[in-house]
């Protein structure tokens, strides 16, 4: 039977309580568990594409996955990890932000609506800005305990491409500290509990 909604749990009473203090059933705390695990999971994908970070990106993956990031990519999860590179190699900067997300969980499997902005800083000059915004429709599978991505289609709602005003952005930063597409990027060095490479 499919997991019901975390606001709407089931309830035992408590009978260590002198109340009965009403408390969640096993199974809504299970369900608690998966959508946090499903949400930090789509969180490390955009944090893997974004630094770069490759042996991070294939975990999100089962190794009999789809991704369906068309026209320009449709094949295996691991074959995406490997093309990835190819295609952010020419921008200076990507940023993916996971707007919202909604899951819906049934035992080990489950979908995913993620409502995504995707912003491109392209090297060449003149320098532009593609920001896509778009939905990732996504299935996922528990196995051995561990949440990966089985499917994964984008879909792009709009977008918008824009100059890049460097001066401007030079005049705003002044003296921050600055991004960087790889393991060079301040979330290394000033953040210590985060390593490449691990979920």
């Known amino acids: 039977m499919r997991s019901r909604s975390i606001w709407v749990v089931p309830i035992t009473k408590n009978s260590t309580s002198k109340e009965s203090v009403p408390m969640p059933s096993a199974e809504a705390l299970q369900l608690v568990l998966d959508k946090m695990a499903l ?3 789509v969180q490390n994908y955009c944090r893997a594409v974004d630094r770069r970070d490759y042996a991070l990106l294939e975990s999100v993956y089962h190794p009999d996955s789809i991704d369906d990031h068309s026209p320009m990519f449709k094949g295996s999860g691991p074959e995406f990890v490997r093309w990835v590179p190819s295609s952010v190699e020419r921008f200076e900067l990507t940023q993916h932000v996971i707007a919202s997300a ?3 969980v049934d035992g080990t499997i489950a979908e995913g609506e993620c409502h995504i902005v995707a912003y491109h800083l ?7 800005e593609t920001i896509a915004h778009g939905r990732y429709l996504d299935r996922y599978e528990k196995r051995d305990g561990v949440w990966r991505i089985l499917y994964r289609k984008i879909i792009y709602d709009w977008s918008e491409v824009r100059p890049y005003d460097k001066e401007l952005f030079a005049k705003i930063s002044r003296g921050s500290t600055k991004a960087s597409p790889d393991e060079n990027d301040p979330l290394y060095t000033e953040l210590k509990l985060f390593k490449r490479g691990v979920r």
Do not use: A, G, N, T
């Open 39 to 41: 949400h930090e999971l």
């Open 102 to 104: 909604s899951f819906v």
């Open 122 to 128: 392209r090297k060449q000059e003149p320098q532009r």
